[in-house]
T-cell receptor, first 115, second 113 residues
Framework: GDSVTQMEGPVTLSEEAFLTINCTYT??????LFWYVQYPGEGLQLLLK?????DKGSNKGFEATYRKETTSFHLEKGSVQVSDSAVYFC??????????????FGAGTRLFVKA | EAQVTQNPRYLITVTGKKLTVTCSQN?????MSWYRQDPGLGLRQIYY???????DKGDVPEGYKVSRKEKRNFPLILESPSPNQTSLYFC????????????FGDGTRLSIL
């Protein structure tokens, strides 16, 4: 079945450092790909998405490109801030065998940014 | 303000005592879903609903029930809770054409003793 694998955390960076969080997926169909962010004590927020190969999703300085050849959707940001400290989830959404859409999440990567 | 509201936020209860976690959204979304979040496992989908009176199992439906009698509400029911259902639960909703969850509630932390 479909699955999402993302790098284990925690990732600790200094402010203004470059961020990469790796995400790879397996899927039988043509999924859409997403990154979500979860701040402490809150629900997840959709950060960005890409619905087909070579699409680039971007939001709040974060970017990720849908790479079908490497089945990857790595999250990047050029200069992180302390306020970016959170847990980041990679996810895919695909049509299931029962005809309904299912969303599969990775395990999450915790990011700490130090001032 | 667009919101997904879950209640309660926290609950400690005992094995076998039926409980319901309510979920309500004010965005007229057709698609709603329930997830549980466990350390190292990310979020796993329990049930989802594509419209009123239409519900389907997600990846981990055992021990849970749902209903969708109205568009705005999607309660999660644990008929006979067990300790392995201790977890953090999230309800989510989205527009009909974009089925990935767009709006999440703030979560309900359940502890089953």
């Amino acid at each position: 079945g479909d699955s999402v694998t993302q790098m284990e955390g925690p990732v600790t960076l200094s402010e203004e450092a470059f961020l990469t969080i790796n995400c790879t997926y397996t899927a039988t169909g043509y999924p859409s790909l997403f990154w979500y962010v979860q701040y402490p004590g809150e629900g997840l927020q959709l950060l960005l998405k890409a619905t087909k190969a070579d699409d680039k999703g971007s939001n709040k300085g974060f970017e990720a490109t849908y790479r079908k050849e490497t089945t990857s959707f790595h999250l990047e940001k050029g200069s992180v801030q302390v306020s970016d400290s959170a847990v980041y989830f990679c996810a895919l959404s695909d049509l299931g065998t029962d005809g309904g859409f299912k969303t599969i999440f990775g395990a999450g990567t915790r990011l700490f940014v130090k001032a | 303000e667009a919101q997904v509201t879950q209640n309660p936020r926290y609950l400690i209860t005992v094995t076998g005592k039926k409980l319901t976690v309510t979920c309500s959204q004010n965005m007229n979304h057709e698609y709603m879903s329930w997830y549980r979040q466990d350390p190292g496992l990310g979020l796993r989908q329990i049930y989802y609903s594509m419209n009123v009176e239409v519900t389907d199992k997600g990846d981990v439906p055992e021990g849970y029930k749902v209903s969708r009698k109205e568009k705005r509400n999607f309660p999660l029911i644990l008929e006979s809770p067990s300790p392995n259902q201790t977890s953090l639960y999230f309800c989510a909703s989205s527009f009909d054409r974009e089925y990935q969850p767009q709006h999440f509630g703030d979560g309900t932390r359940l502890s089953i003793l």
